[in-house]
């Protein structure tokens, strides 16, 4: 074999090599509830142990992963960084607390695939990680029947299996590892009762995690 053919060769592996992003540079971190002015940033401190949703109100649970990268930068002088992803879509699979799959009424599927929209920058130096928060429907408001089903069969929790998906500046697909988000299910439970309709009209995600709604409206007596 000539000299020529073998640096072909290794000059294809280089480039080959160069271009392939590994399989876990995207992961979830954790779930991030809003502050009380209902913003929810990469850098807060707040967490939530768990989730709530209270099924008596006709509302989507949302949720607000907090994703991060660890792709690091290949921007040239000549050429726009390729190492930036954008996180599209989160394939969530309803899973029980002992992680089996449950039998869903009305043969909703499971999993199930809801878009978001965030962008990671990449990393300048190796070994760390750059993050972003998307925001995104975790449990439909179409699911709420089934919900109710398993609540009333005994099954007061679920799990959320999340995975982040989104594709780099370059064209390459990422997948995250599973982020497991435990969600407590009641009926009535945040329902509070105000002496005005517009009483938690500040209350940012009303019927889920730490957000009360108006149940019952009783004016305070004359």
Same mark, same amino acid.
Not at 15 to 37: E, H, K, S, T
Not at 112 to 124: D, K, L
Not at 164 to 180: C, D, H, Y
């Given at each position: 074999?000539? #000299? ?7 000059? $294809?592996?280089? @480039? ?10 995207? !992961? ?9 002015? *209902? ?8 967490? &939530?142990?768990?989730? &709530?949703?209270? %099924?008596? /109100? ?8 907090? +994703? !991060? ?9 000549? !050429? ?6 954008? @996180?599209?879509?989160?394939?969530? $699979? %309803?899973? +029980? ?15 199930? #695939?809801?878009? $978001? =929209? ?12 750059? !993050? ?15 919900? +109710? ?9 679920? &799990? &959320?299996? /999340?995975?982040?998906?989104?594709? $780099?500046?370059?064209?390459? =697909?990422? #997948? =995250? ?5 435990? @969600?407590?299910?009641?009926?009535? *439970? ?23 709604? *108006? ?8």
């Amino acid at each position: 074999m000539s #000299r020529f053919i073998l640096v072909a060769m290794m000059l $294809t592996v280089t @480039v080959a090599g160069c271009n392939r992003f590994p399989d876990n540079g995207l !992961q979830i971190a954790a779930n991030l509830p809003p502050d009380d002015g *209902c913003a929810v940033t990469a850098d807060q401190d707040l967490r &939530l142990a768990r989730g &709530l949703y209270d %099924l008596n /109100i006709l509302s989507d649970y949302l949720i607000a992963p907090l +994703l !991060q990268s660890f792709l690091v930068s290949n921007g040239l002088e000549f !050429q726009a960084e390729q190492a930036n992803i954008q @996180v599209d879509n989160l394939d969530i $699979t %309803l899973l +029980l607390p002992d992680g089996s799959k449950p039998t869903l009424a009305g043969d909703l599927p499971n999993p199930y #695939r809801v878009t $978001t =929209s965030a962008v990671i920058p990449a990393n300048i130096a190796p070994g760390g990680f750059s !993050q972003e928060v998307a925001l995104a429907v975790g449990l439909p408001l179409s699911y709420r029947s089934a919900l +109710l089903a398993l609540l009333n069969a005994g099954d007061s929790a679920v &799990l &959320l299996d /999340i995975r982040a998906g989104g594709t $780099t500046f370059g064209g390459f =697909s990422q #997948r =995250s590892a599973p982020f497991r988000w435990p @969600v407590d299910l009641c009926e009535g *439970c945040l329902g509070a009762i105000c002496e005005t309709a517009d009483e938690l009209v500040d209350s940012c995600f009303p019927g889920q995690d730490i957000w009360q709604y *108006c149940a019952v409206v009783v004016p305070p007596a004359p």
